[in-house]
């Protein structure tokens, strides 16, 4: 399908799910690298990044310890600039490499506000991996180690990117379609 309707709204394909492989498997051998002689922490930020956590863990094969957290600042198409922590690490991270995956980079509010969370635990590292990164809505000084794709500032849904909790199952990644 090169354009569906989700919840009122129409949008069109914009990545297929062979690009999106191709991101991954260029992600997986970076992390390999990154992470060759550690066993990092991998924090995956639940819900939107679970297929792209998925994919990218069993393609890099990293032998890491896996931990899901629950945060968000959106609402419908908006961030609101707060985050939400509704599952968040309970073990410690001090001395260890932690490796945050997430499916987009926005505003940056929630992974900035994240980050700051974890430095405080004092863990030998933290980096960022994200499929896809909005620069032009970055709004805080976020470092990203491991970013997919960089896109323009239009709404995506699909492989786990939602729209008021639809479109997650959709294999392709979807666009909002201008009017």
Known sequence: MDS???AGLQFVKFIDQKQISLIVDRLAEDI???YYNSRPIVVIILKGSIHFASQLLLESELDAELVFIKISSYDGLNSTGK????LDITQSIENRDVLIIEDIVDTGTTLYQYKMTLVDRRPKSVKICTLLMKPSKLQYPLEVSFCG????DKFVIG???DYNEQG?????????KEE
Do not use: P
Not at 83 to 86: A, D, F
């Open 32 to 34: 390999k690298k990154q």
């Open 159 to 161: 492989y786990g990117l």
């Open 149 to 152: 794709l960089e896109i323009a």
């Open 168 to 176: 997650r199952n959709l294999a392709d990644i979807y666009q909002l």
């Open 83 to 86: 985050i939400n922590i509704e």
């Open 4 to 6: 569906i309707e989700v």
